[in-house]
Every structure is written in C-alpha cells, then in structure tokens.
C-alpha cells in the first residue's frame, strides 16, 4: 500500500515575532520545514508528499525544494485559512487507498522510528485506523469551570500529549475531514477528526524532543 505525507506550512506563525513565516526561518542554514522534509524524503517506504503552502509562497518553496535537493513532493497546494482546510486541500489530491501520514512543518525531530513503526503497525492491526505519536503528561492536569474553579483531576497515567506524524488509513481521514466539513466543526488535530466519527486510534509513544517550533522559546532545542 501507498504511503503519502502531508505536511501543512500555510501558517503565519504570528506568535514567533519574526518578520518572516517560521517555516521559513532558517537553523543551521534551512528553512525549519526543510530540515522537516528531509527527514521524510530519506524514508524509503514513503512514496510521496503533499506540501500545503500559502498562495503567495508557492513559488518561494518550489525554489526551496530545488536548493535543498527534495525530490519526493508530488504536489503543492494552496493552503486555507485554517489547517483542517490545508489538509484536506492536499486529501483531494490524493486518490488512490493509501496509508497517509500528517507533519507538521514546524516540527522538524521527527524520526525515522515514527515514520516506520506507525506505517508497520497500521498494516499489521487491521481493526486499526490510525496512530497518533505523543508523550504522557507530567504535570497534573485540572479541569476547571467558566468560572475557573476546578471541577476535576483527571488520573494523569491516562494524558498524552499528542504530536505528529498523525498516520491513518487514506479511507477513515478523508471520510473524517468530508464530514467535519459537513458539519462545518474545526477540530484541534487530525485524531480528533477520525474519532468524532467512531475510529479506532492507538498513541504511539514517541519522545518529548518532539517538539512544535511556536515560540522563540522553542529554538533552544534546534539552536
């Protein structure tokens, strides 16, 4: 079976103060969704990937692609105002039942180990429809009213923190992102999406240098 990245890079990035996107802003000489890519590009069960990108910056990242020799990027996209809408410009491209995995751009320690175990498992659990890579929660978690009183503590044992990649069967996602759309609901991640729907989705414990670039804080662990 097929297997495809999307990796969403229309975003602002407004929170980072920088004068540019940060997908844009370069570590060590590349643009952070390069360093991304380039993890992706050397894995060889992948067959392809779908880049969505905003409108006036397609023809920047093309030139990207070039410089930094990324050679698997079937397509580029027009990027939505939100996301979901991003990911499911790059699901319309995508025809054939494949295993489909979502990266975010700015996350760029993605491993190997993820892009391979997740890919294996989905094949091999049939009653499975995706896998989602996260860390436990170590802090105690409260749940508190529109007041801000607590009403509970969840048991903390049960709290991860999701992270991507997100990997799902091709046929669940885009059955997932087609009714979200309907029902015109804007979830917070790709699982939440698949799960609203009644799919079965396992984490896969990944490790907490995962981490999505949001802030000027977050370069400390690139830098």
């Known amino acids: 079976m097929k297997y495809y990245f999307i990796v969403p890079i229309a975003g602002l990035g407004k929170r980072m103060g920088l004068n540019i996107p940060k997908q844009y802003y370069r570590i060590k000489e590349k643009p952070i969704f390069i360093s991304t890519l380039e993890v992706i590009e050397k894995n060889k069960l992948v067959d392809g990937i779908y880049i969505s990108v905003n ?25 939505g105002s939100e996301r979901q809408y991003s990911i499911k410009n790059a699901l319309d491209h995508i025809e054939e039942e494949a295993i489909i995995a979502v990266q975010d751009g700015v996350r760029p320690n993605i491993r190997q180990e ?14 499975l429809d995706g896998l989602v890579v ?8 409260k ?8 009403v509970s503590t969840p048991e903390r044992k049960t709290l991860f923190s999701a992270h991507t990649p997100q990997v799902f069967r091709s046929t669940i996602l885009k059955e997932a992102y087609e009714k979200a759309e309907k029902d015109s609901f804007l979830g917070t991640d ?17 490790h907490a240098d995962n981490v999505k670039i949001t802030t000027k804080e977050d370069l400390r662990y690139f830098e």
């Open 134 to 141: 996260g860390i436990p929660l170590k802090d105690t978690v």
């Open 55 to 79: 409108k006036k910056d397609i023809k920047l990242v093309e030139n990207y692609l070039r410089e930094f020799k990324i050679t698997k990027v079937k397509k580029i996209v027009e990027g």
């Open 114 to 127: 993820y892009i391979e175990s997740t890919y294996e498992i989905l094949k091999a659990e049939e009653n």
């Open 143 to 150: 749940v508190i009213d529109k007041y801000g009183f607590i």
């Open 190 to 206: 790709d699982s939440s999406l698949v799960e609203r729907i009644g799919g079965r989705v396992k984490v896969y414990e990944g």
